[in-house]
């Protein structure tokens, strides 16, 4: 069995076919989703999917690309619907400066105080990280976000960034580019980090893995992420599901 610990079924790629990808994923063995909502539309439906499903769970956040349009009352609502029962995680947020919509002193306000609501409520954080580690580090040090913990999404960094992180509580997620031939970086980590600090996703409708690269992307595709991380790791496939499953479980803490 599989656990996508991070896949956006709320997304408008689905909207034609939704059911048929969730039985195609459920047909490979993929026995629980966690969708992930970014902002007031995908938040909405990422908590009708967890409502709609027995097996899909919701993490509720504000992406930091959209972090300039995020207000206080943003926050409340999001602090107000944590509270919900298949709500496990607070999410994603972090440091994007890779696009310039939100400005860096907008995302770090912003990656702070989800950060101090996620130690309000009592959730993991998912981290969104892309060319900001130094300033996300800092910033998980000097909120002492290891009280909650987290989880590093679709992992790009070194093994020492990885280190780094697990020191602070956080577990390590690797997707879709630990499967790319280019991938230098997430193929050192699934060889070098302890399975037991990894958790498997596919970022869908993002970031497919291969042979299905700069395709829609399915959480069916999980599959392909965990047979990678067996190859790198020279195990059976079954050994890294198991190990992935339950450090989901435990993670996530699944009623």
């Known amino acids: ?67 300039i349009d995020c207000t206080d009352e943003d926050l409340e609502w999001i602090e107000q619907l944590a509270a919900h029962e298949k709500v496990v995680g607070i999410g994603e947020t972090g440091l994007d400066y890779h696009w310039d919509k939100s400005p860096k002193d907008i995302q770090q306000q912003v990656f ?31 909120e002492d976000a290891q009280e909650v913990g987290g989880v590093m999404h679709c992992f790009g960094g070194s093994v020492e960034t990885a280190q780094e992180s697990i020191k602070m509580n956080f577990m390590i997620s690797l997707g879709g580019p630990v499967t790319f031939k280019n991938a230098k970086k997430p193929k050192e980590v699934a060889a070098e980090i302890p399975l037991e600090h990894l958790m498997i996703e596919t970022d869908a409708p993002y970031l497919a893995p291969h042979p299905y690269r700069g395709k829609r992307n399915e959480p069916s595709y999980v599959t392909l992420v965990a047979e990678e991380i067996a190859r790198l790791k020279e195990l059976p496939v079954e050994t890294v599901a198991e190990a992935t499953t339950k450090n989901a479980e435990r993670f996530y803490k699944f009623s």
């Open 1 to 67: 069995m599989y656990i996508d610990t991070h896949v956006h079924l709320n997304a408008d790629q689905y909207d034609e076919d939704l059911q048929e990808v969730i039985d195609r994923a459920l047909n490979s063995k993929v026995e629980k989703m966690v969708v992930i909502g970014f902002d007031r539309k995908t938040i909405k439906r990422a908590i009708e999917l967890a409502e709609n499903y027995d097996f899909i769970y919701a993490v509720i956040g504000w992406h930091p690309v959209d972090a």
């Open 112 to 142: 702070r105080k989800q950060i101090q609501l996620a130690k309000r409520v009592g959730l993991p954080i998912i981290i969104h990280n892309r060319e900001a580690t130094e300033d996300v580090l800092t910033i998980l040090r000097e």
